[in-house]
Nanobody
Framework: QVQLVESGGGLVQAGGSLRLSCAAS????????MGWFRQAPGKEREIVAS????????YYTDSVKGRFTISRDNAKNTVYLQMNSLKPEDTTVYYC?????????????????WGQGTQVTVSS
């Protein structure tokens, strides 16, 4: 079992930046591949980015490539999502997720552990 707690969400103007953090506790963090998802009201939860347990492999959905960066610090049991050049369409709740194993994954059902979510609001 692993517990995930997100932080770092908030209100920012378009073009601004935010860094989301997800602190993990419980089982060994380095054993888990991690992901960031987002879900708008009435829509399915979608992958934003994923990172392998070593941090050497990453994946980004097309809409955030070149603007967002996922990273992890296994010594601090934390995964990050640096979000730059934010757009109003990035506004929604962001969730941190973890899965056993080394490989990245793209769908919510592939992740067993979830944080409570953090709201990101980008004003135009």
């Amino acid at each position: 079992q692993v517990q995930l707690v997100e932080s770092g969400g908030g209100l920012v103007q378009a073009g601004g930046s935010l860094r989301l953090s997800c602190a993990a506790s419980g089982r060994t963090f380095r054993d888990y591949a991690m992901g960031w998802f987002r879900q708008a009201p009435g829509k399915e939860r979608e992958i934003v980015a994923s990172i392998s347990r070593s941090g050497t492999i990453t994946y980004y959905t097309d809409s955030v490539k070149g603007r967002f960066t996922i990273s992890r610090d296994n010594a601090k049991n934390t995964v990050y999502l640096q979000m730059n050049s934010l757009k109003p369409e990035d506004t929604t709740v962001y969730y941190c997720a973890g899965r056993s194993g080394s490989n990245i994954a793209y769908t919510p059902t592939q992740y067993a552990y979830w944080g409570q979510g953090t709201q990101v609001t980008v004003s135009s």
